[in-house]
Nanobody, 113 residues
Framework: QVQLVESGGGLVQPGGSLRLSCAAS????????MGWYRQAPGKERELVAI???????NYGDSVKGRFTISRDNAKNTMYLQTNSLKLEDTAVYYC???????WGQGTQVTVSS
């Protein structure tokens, strides 16, 4: 299995921004679709955004127009630029190799005034 390590989370005020990163080990990265998911306390894990191996993105309705997913296959890294953050964006954010059992350990994003 590919190893995934997220980073970039933190505490931010409403309206702020964060850039999350997901570094992957192994050559599988460039061949697979990837995704960002999040889980808030007491809630189920939900899709944030996915990106195909060729770079085509799709977003969950709650983040459209505010978040941008991207990937750099040369660096085996996926990114999530989060803008205009809201209180309800508070969650642990996970990266995932689509169609596999590979998940990262998560990075906490807390939006609070």
């Amino acid at each position: 299995q590919v190893q995934l390590v997220e980073s970039g989370g933190g505490l931010v005020q409403p309206g702020g921004s964060l850039r999350l990163s997901c570094a992957a080990s192994g050559s599988i990265f460039s061949k697979n679709g990837m995704g960002w998911y999040r889980q808030a306390p007491g809630k189920e894990r939900e899709l944030v955004a996915i990106i195909s191996s060729g770079g085509w993105p799709n977003y969950g309705d709650s983040v459209k127009g505010r978040f941008t997913i991207s990937r750099d296959n040369a660096k085996n890294t996926m990114y999530l630029q989060t803008n205009s953050l809201k209180l309800e964006d508070t969650a642990v954010y996970y990266c995932h190799v689509l169609g596999s059992g590979s998940w990262g350990q998560g990075t906490q994003v807390t939006v609070s005034s």
